[in-house]
């Protein structure tokens, strides 16, 4: 062999996997005679924490690599296969398959459940599967994986991770995950370094199938020095063959060739595998799987390994006879195209460049006029403006409510727009607008309805944001108690408001009292508020904290729309949709109800503190929260779940603007009362 005439740069990534891998390369061409330096290399995939789904894959590990490869920044990188795009790159050759590690996918249990299911003494994985509780939280960010397991798990809720290996294992933790998926050849690879991780952890094999070349890597270099006539001369190319595994390759070149004819990326929710029979004969099996785990479509065949590339081109477009490219997004001639699938359901009013959610989809559960769409799409987003919820009245006696509540109140609460409207279709917007007159206006207006009672003040109006207020006034009611954004901060203007009477307005002196007789003590506030029977107690628990007089009355109530639109419901299931914004706690139950969970690509964003709650309560996952349910605020908390750089703030999204409240269900709970001394 001849030697080479100088060192060669092996570039890696600077995982602790990347480097084992590329270490255990590196000593097998060491072996050989050649002097090999690891070189570290940087991707955009390990800076950004951003889905990879949303980055095009985990191709972008790979592009950084071949980037320095084709620059002259180092001689080899090592790749794990399963990772690297199957379209070649000029320039650039796989020139050995060094073996191939165990292919399954594991789940990683956190500890809670590793003691419960170590208790049942089984090695038998399928037996301690069947144990696993219902609504487990699961994390991957591999589209087939998350796919499988929804198929498996019904009831689990998918969680969308990235980082290394170690990383990944943490997050199986009590508060955090049940449970994450890895790939088996990664731990094993890693060995030792991960035993203090999984000590208390407990590995169950998954039976799904894997993704195409996965547990085998590539060593990839420039083709003139895979040809022996770069550089290197012979010795490097001579090395790289000696290393090369023909078995494994041709195996994995039959799995590669099913992702190339599907035209599917390895984000795709694609699954194959291959092996040699003892009969000498190549079996390969692959399956495309709806993003829900709602279908599969699969196929097998076998055939003689040197037509390994054949076999898996004919056994793709089989899958796509049996309508493979109707479940799922995996290549631009199979499926509808991501522009075509929703422009109808998604229009948007900037241009292709403007904007900071240009090129993005978001779901947002609201009529099409709603501020929320509009300030949406004025970021360049394209909106699928879509109620998933209802509506409907509550009866109760209007004339019994003006006759005997309406006198004795002092407060009247406004918490959502939706109360207007339903006051207005009982008839009771003139009473009420009569009992917040002050005298002096009645009496300047020639036409003007009762007044207040002699002596009473006029009736207070409150708003809990400026939708509620703009609302209010809109009818003719004069607001003049006006929160910044939830429930705990208007109960808090309410009770602040009623202690501190108006300079310029001073109270009238007490009349005298007679000698020993006590004066009479002033009664506590009145305030009803008419609302959704759905809406948080919060405002009326902290005003009865507060000492006053509290009036609930369901006016109106909202329930789940009895069937979803298809189209959205296609554009959910098909991955489609970038973000869902999450406007009140029956909103998020409407939407699991209708569309099931959102998938590992779309990020949820709440409205409030109730509704994150809620999501979290009901197993969803979410990516940002808004606390003010203005436009402004809202569309920050989208943007910022899905910031180009995957770098999100990590606060909670505050934008200062007169726009539209959210549904009153988004109140913000208040903290809870000291303790007095």
């Given at each position: 062999?001849?030697?080479a005439?100088?060192?060669?740069?092996?570039?890696t990534?600077?995982s602790?996997l990347?480097?084992t891998?590329s270490s255990?390369?590196?000593?097998l061409l060491?072996?050989?005679?050649?002097?090999?330096e690891?070189?570290p290399?940087?991707?955009?995939?390990d800076?950004s924490?951003r889905?990879?789904?949303?980055m095009?894959?985990?191709?972008?590990?790979?592009?950084?690599?071949?980037?320095?490869?084709l620059?002259g920044?180092?001689?080899l990188?090592?790749?794990?296969l399963?990772?690297l795009?199957?379209?070649?790159?000029?320039g650039?050759?796989?020139a050995?398959?060094p073996g191939?590690?165990?292919?399954?996918?594991?789940?990683v249990l956190?500890p809670h459940?590793?003691s419960?299911?170590?208790s049942?003494?089984?090695?038998?994985?399928?037996?301690?599967l069947?144990?696993?509780?219902?609504?487990?939280?699961?994390?991957?960010?591999?589209?087939?994986r998350?796919a499988q397991?929804?198929?498996?798990?019904?009831t689990c809720?998918?969680?969308?991770i990235?980082?290394?290996v170690?990383?990944?294992?943490?997050?199986a933790a009590?508060?955090?995950?049940?449970?994450?998926v890895l790939a088996?050849?990664?731990?094993?690879?890693?060995?030792?370094?991960?035993?203090?991780?999984?000590?208390?952890?407990?590995?169950?094999?998954?039976?799904?199938?894997p993704a195409?070349?996965?547990?085998a890597?590539?060593?990839?270099?420039?083709?003139a020095?895979a040809a022996?006539s770069?550089?290197f001369?012979?010795?490097l190319?001579e090395?790289?063959?000696a290393?090369?595994d023909a078995?494994a390759?041709a195996v994995?070149d039959a799995?590669r060739?099913v992702?190339?004819?599907l035209?599917?990326g390895?984000?795709?929710p694609v699954?194959t595998?291959?092996?040699?029979?003892?009969s000498?004969?190549l079996?390969l099996?692959?399956?495309?799987?709806?993003?829900?785990g709602?279908?599969?479509?699969?196929?097998?065949?076998?055939?003689h390994?040197?037509d390994a590339?054949?076999?898996?081109?004919?056994?793709?477009r089989?899958?796509?006879?049996?309508?493979a490219?109707?479940?799922a997004e995996?290549g631009?001639?199979?499926t509808?195209?991501r522009?075509?699938a929703v422009?109808a359901?998604?229009?948007?009013?900037?241009?292709?460049?403007?904007g900071?959610?240009?090129?993005?989809?978001?779901f947002?559960?609201?009529?099409?006029d709603?501020?929320?769409?509009a300030e949406?799409?004025?970021a360049?987003?394209a909106v699928?403006?879509?109620?998933v919820?209802?509506t409907?009245?509550?009866d109760?006696?209007?004339a019994?409510?003006?006759?005997?509540?309406l006198?004795?109140l002092?407060h009247?609460?406004?918490?959502?727009?939706?109360t207007?409207?339903?006051?207005?279709?009982l008839?009771?917007?003139?009473?009420?607008r009569?009992?917040a007159t002050?005298p002096?206006a009645v009496s300047?207006?020639?036409?003007?309805?009762a007044?207040?009672?002699a002596?009473?003040?006029p009736l207070?109006i409150?708003?809990?944001?400026p939708?509620?207020?703009?609302?209010?006034?809109?009818?003719?009611?004069?607001?003049?108690?006006?929160?910044t954004?939830d429930?705990?901060?208007?109960?808090?203007a309410?009770i602040?408001a009623?202690q501190?009477?108006?300079?310029?307005e001073?109270a009238?002196?007490?009349e005298a009292s007679?000698p020993?007789e006590?004066a009479?003590p002033?009664?506590a506030p009145?305030a009803w508020?008419?609302?959704?029977?759905?809406a948080a107690p919060t405002?009326a628990d902290?005003?009865t904290?507060a000492g006053w007089?509290?009036?609930?009355?369901?006016?109106?109530t909202?329930?789940?729309?009895?069937?979803?639109?298809?189209d959205?419901?296609?554009?959910w299931h098909?991955?489609?949709?970038?973000?869902?914004?999450?406007?009140?706690p029956s909103?998020?139950?409407a939407?699991?109800?209708?569309?099931g969970?959102a998938?590992?690509?779309t990020?949820v964003?709440?409205i409030?503190?109730?509704t994150?709650?809620?999501i979290?309560a009901?197993?969803?996952?979410l990516a940002?929260t808004a606390v003010q349910?203005?436009?402004?605020?809202?569309?920050?908390?989208?943007?910022?779940a899905?910031?180009?750089?995957?770098e999100?703030t990590?606060e909670?999204?505050?934008?200062?603007?007169?726009?539209?409240?959210?549904?009153?269900?988004?109140?913000a709970?208040?903290?809870?009362?000291?303790e007095?001394?």
């Amino acid at each position: 062999m001849t030697d080479a005439p100088r060192t060669i740069r092996l570039g890696t990534r600077s995982s602790d996997l990347a480097l084992t891998q590329s270490s255990w390369v590196a000593d097998l061409l060491r072996e050989r005679g050649l002097r090999v330096e690891l070189v570290p290399i940087t991707t955009r995939g390990d800076r950004s924490r951003r889905p990879l789904a949303l980055m095009g894959g985990v191709g972008v590990f790979a592009a950084a690599l071949r980037t320095a490869l084709l620059e002259g920044e180092c001689d080899l990188a090592v790749h794990s296969l399963k990772d690297l795009p199957v379209a070649p790159v000029p320039g650039l050759t796989i020139a050995a398959v060094p073996g191939r590690e165990d292919i399954a996918d594991v789940l990683v249990l956190a500890p809670h459940l590793a003691s419960q299911l170590r208790s049942l003494h089984s090695d038998d994985g399928d037996a301690l599967l069947s144990q696993l509780p219902d609504g487990l939280r699961i994390g991957t960010g591999s589209p087939r994986r998350a796919a499988q397991i929804r198929a498996l798990l019904p009831t689990c809720q998918i969680a969308d991770i990235r980082g290394n290996v170690p990383t990944r294992i943490a997050r199986a933790a009590a508060g955090d995950l049940d449970a994450v998926v890895l790939a088996a050849a990664g731990l094993n690879r890693l060995g030792d370094t991960l035993a203090e991780l999984l000590a208390e952890r407990l590995v169950v094999p998954l039976p799904i199938l894997p993704a195409a070349a996965q547990g085998a890597l590539a060593v990839e270099c420039r083709s003139a020095d895979a040809a022996g006539s770069g550089v290197f001369g012979s010795a490097l190319a001579e090395a790289l063959t000696a290393i090369d595994d023909a078995g494994a390759r041709a195996v994995i070149d039959a799995e590669r060739a099913v992702l190339a004819e599907l035209e599917a990326g390895c984000a795709a929710p694609v699954g194959t595998h291959g092996e040699l029979l003892a009969s000498g004969d190549l079996a390969l099996t692959a399956a495309v799987f709806a993003l829900d785990g709602s279908e599969t479509v699969s196929a097998t065949t076998t055939g003689h390994p040197w037509d390994a590339i054949a076999i898996g081109r004919d056994l793709a477009r089989e899958l796509l006879a049996q309508g493979a490219g109707d479940i799922a997004e995996i290549g631009a001639r199979h499926t509808r195209a991501r522009s075509d699938a929703v422009p109808a359901l998604a229009p948007t009013t900037a241009g292709p460049e403007a904007g900071p959610l240009a090129g993005r989809t978001v779901f947002v559960p609201r009529e099409a006029d709603d501020h929320i769409v509009a300030e949406l799409r004025a970021a360049g987003a394209a909106v699928i403006a879509h109620p998933v919820t209802l509506t409907e009245p509550i009866d109760v006696d209007a004339a019994a409510l003006a006759a005997n509540l309406l006198p004795s109140l002092t407060h009247l609460a406004i918490t959502s727009p939706r109360t207007i409207t339903r006051l207005e279709e009982l008839n009771l917007l003139e009473t009420i607008r009569a009992a917040a007159t002050p005298p002096e206006a009645v009496s300047l207006a020639s036409t003007s309805g009762a007044s207040p009672a002699a002596g009473r003040a006029p009736l207070v109006i409150a708003a809990v944001g400026p939708a509620s207020a703009a609302a209010g006034e809109a009818a003719g009611l004069p607001v003049t108690i006006r929160g910044t954004h939830d429930a705990a901060a208007l109960a808090a203007a309410m009770i602040a408001a009623a202690q501190s009477p108006e300079p310029s307005e001073p109270a009238e002196p007490p009349e005298a009292s007679a000698p020993g007789e006590l004066a009479e003590p002033a009664a506590a506030p009145h305030a009803w508020l008419p609302a959704s029977a759905l809406a948080a107690p919060t405002l009326a628990d902290a005003l009865t904290a507060a000492g006053w007089r509290v009036t609930r009355t369901p006016i109106y109530t909202t329930r789940t729309r009895p069937s979803a639109d298809q189209d959205v419901a296609d554009a959910w299931h098909r991955g489609l949709i970038d973000a869902v914004v999450v406007t009140a706690p029956s909103v998020a139950a409407a939407l699991v109800e209708l569309f099931g969970h959102a998938g590992p690509g779309t990020a949820v964003v709440a409205i409030g503190e109730p509704t994150a709650r809620a999501i979290r309560a009901g197993g969803g996952l979410l990516a940002a929260t808004a606390v003010q349910p203005t436009p402004a605020a809202i569309c920050a908390a989208v943007v910022d779940a899905l910031r180009p750089d995957g770098e999100r703030t990590g606060e909670p999204a505050h934008a200062e603007a007169p726009a539209r409240t959210a549904n009153p269900e988004t109140t913000a709970t208040p903290p809870e009362p000291k303790e007095q001394p």
